[in-house]
């Protein structure tokens, strides 16, 4: 998803009374969901690939957000 869309998305749900949840893979997608104003980060730990969950993922992603 483009930064733009993701920012439009978060302000329409902020419009209406809602928070966004978005959903970060890894550091750079955290700080882009910091970026564009949400408020509810959700760290995936599972490798959409192999399906390996990686527990240090969100440690590794907590100080950025």
């Known amino acids: 998803m483009e930064v733009d869309e993701l920012r439009n998305y978060v302000q329409i749900a902020n419009y ?3 928070d966004a949840l ?13 970026e564009v104003g949400a408020r509810i980060i959700g760290v995936n730990q599972r490798d ?18």
């Open 48 to 65: 959409l690939r192999t399906f390996v969950v990686d527990t240090r993922r969100a440690a590794e992603v907590a100080d950025l957000l």
């Open 16 to 18: 209406v009374g809602l």
């Open 22 to 34: 978005v959903e970060a893979h890894d550091a750079d997608e955290a700080k882009l969901a910091v």
